[in-house]
């Protein structure tokens, strides 16, 4: 909660590009005789956004700091003062009384100066044998780590709301749909509980990203290690890491693992956007299959009929977003030389804005579909138009000898007679039946009724009540892994 305020404080006053008059002195003014332009040092610093990580960057720190003293490179009584300086820092900053200064450079620079101003010498010995190229590296994993595993619980509850729904519409009989023509009768739960699969494999591919950035380039330094007797396996295993990264030049240089990530988003996003279509369509008048609680929908100024799905849309369009962060960092990527360069600096935008459009859709997503009720009286009469049980005529001649295809071509004769007539199959007189084939009898009619032809899917993942139930067993035991 805390830490919600402070970001929001970050970015306004970055937004609001308040500026003193006299900037602040940079840590490397030592070999130049000019002061950085003021549109320049604007245009370089990244506080305005990397604030966000000051945690992060102050616990990479602190692991730091415990490694260098470890391997006697500082005095236990200097680290004790950093560790020290560096817990007041967080708190203050948590607690409001510490704000960012947006003069500075980046979260590093503030941290470090803010170290130094409150605890004196010992806060500039903190920066040996490290570089901002591996602790802006670290501070992003760590970052990242932390917002995945959160994402990937927001995506749980979007499971649980679907898990719910399908469960009380286990026996909806709706249409299932292909070219958006009506094509077989299911269970509207079967329906829904096909996005809890893709939702299952998004939480799969956020958490084999995780897997592979989940060491530490902490150590890498600028680009080529150091000649400090440093102990990188300490501060990795500190820091919850599996490891230390193997090579220091791919420690600082690569972002794999926040296009890893953008690429699971952008994937999830594509998903909960196809539902969001969905729930679009579902409660336009035309379907009126469901329809959306009041408090996730809006009306309009001028038309006082209207109850609008603004938050599926904007979901459905919010996705282009993710997709644009993604685009964005491949391309800021795929030309850089090795080691760091400050292009690198733009992968924190698009990472976190894909992160914060992410969690905002799963955030609304999940109670919009947990409060949506399905209008089960319509999807029942949906299913009865459209010819949707022709397939099951066909088979119910299949059944009693017919080839498949002989009986196919058989039903699609009576389909054009049934529209010829404005019949439907379930009306269409038997007497007419039997001049098509004398395999038809009386019992056709109980075959396809919408009730049997949903109900007798029951192949494994086929689209009956039953099959639903079991899928629901099978995506709450996933749940729990
Ligand atoms: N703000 C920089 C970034 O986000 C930190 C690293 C700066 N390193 C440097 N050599 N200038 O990438």
């Given at each position: 909660m805390v830490k919600e305020k402070t970001r929001r404080f970050c970015l306004s006053r970055g937004a609001a590009g308040k500026r003193c008059l006299k900037s602040m002195e940079k840590m490397w003014a030592g070999r130049f005789q000019k002061t950085l332009d003021q549109t320049a040092d604007d245009f370089n610093s990244s506080i305005r956004f990397d604030c966000r990580m000051y945690a992060q960057d102050i616990?990479?720190?602190?692991?730091?700091?415990?490694?260098?003293?470890?391997?006697g490179i500082l005095s236990q009584a200097e680290t004790d003062k950093i560790i020290d300086g560096l817990e007041s820092i967080l708190k203050d900053?948590?607690?409001?009384?510490?704000?960012?200064?947006?003069?500075?450079e980046d979260i590093h620079m503030f941290i470090e100066a803010e170290l130094t101003k409150r605890i004196g010498d010992a806060g500039k010995r903190l920066h040996t044998a490290r570089s901002r190229n591996d602790q802006v590296a670290v501070d992003i994993r760590l970052y990242l780590r932390d917002e995945a595993e959160e994402i990937i619980s927001l995506v749980k509850e979007a499971i649980e709301a679907i898990v719910g729904q399908a469960e009380r519409n286990a026996e909806t009989i709706a249409p299932g749909y292909t070219h958006l023509q009506r094509a077989q009768p299911i269970s509207f739960g079967h329906h829904l509980l096909a996005y809890a699969m893709m939702l299952l494999r998004d939480i799969g591919r956020i958490q084999d990203a995780k897997k592979r950035m989940n060491f530490s380039p902490l150590g890498s330094c600028a680009l080529a290690g150091t000649t400090y007797p440093t102990d990188r396996a300490f501060t990795a295993q500190k820091l919850g890491f599996n490891g230390a990264m193997q090579n220091s030049i791919d420690g600082v240089s690569d972002r794999d693992f926040c296009v890893e990530l953008l690429s699971a988003f952008s994937l999830l996003m594509t998903h909960l956007s196809r539902l969001s279509e969905e729930i679009v369509l579902w409660s336009s008048w035309e379907f009126k299959f469901i329809e959306l609680?009041?408090?996730?929908?809006?009306?309009?100024?001028?038309?006082?009929?209207?109850?609008n799905p603004d938050m599926a849309e904007l979901i459905r369009g919010k996705t282009g977003r993710v997709y644009g962060d993604l685009i964005a960092l491949l391309t800021t990527l795929k030309g850089l030389p090795l080691a760091y360069n400050k292009d690198m600096q733009e992968d924190k935008e698009a990472i976190f804005d894909a992160i914060d459009t992410v969690k905002m859709c799963l955030k609304v997503l999940a109670p919009m579909l947990e409060t949506m009720t399905v209008l089960k009286a319509n999807t029942y009469r949906a299913a009865q138009k459209g010819f949707i049980n022709a397939t099951d005529l066909a088979d119910y001649l299949t059944k009693k000898g017919m080839p498949f295809r002989s009986a196919y071509k058989i039903v699609g004769q009576i389909v054009a007679e049934c529209i010829e007539k404005d019949l439907v199959l379930d009306n269409f007189p038997l007497a007419e039946y039997q001049k098509h084939s004398d395999l038809f009898e009386n019992d056709l009619y109980g075959e396809i009724s919408l009730e049997t032809c949903v109900n007798k899917r029951n192949s494994f993942g086929g689209a009956s009540a039953k099959s639903v139930l079991a899928q629901i067993e099978w995506v709450k035991e996933e749940l729990k892994k």
């Open positions: 616990k990479g720190s602190m692991a730091h700091a415990a490694m260098l003293s470890k391997q900053i948590e607690s409001g009384a510490l704000a960012f200064d947006m003069q500075a609680d009041d408090s996730y929908t809006t009306g309009s100024s001028i038309m006082p009929q209207k109850k």
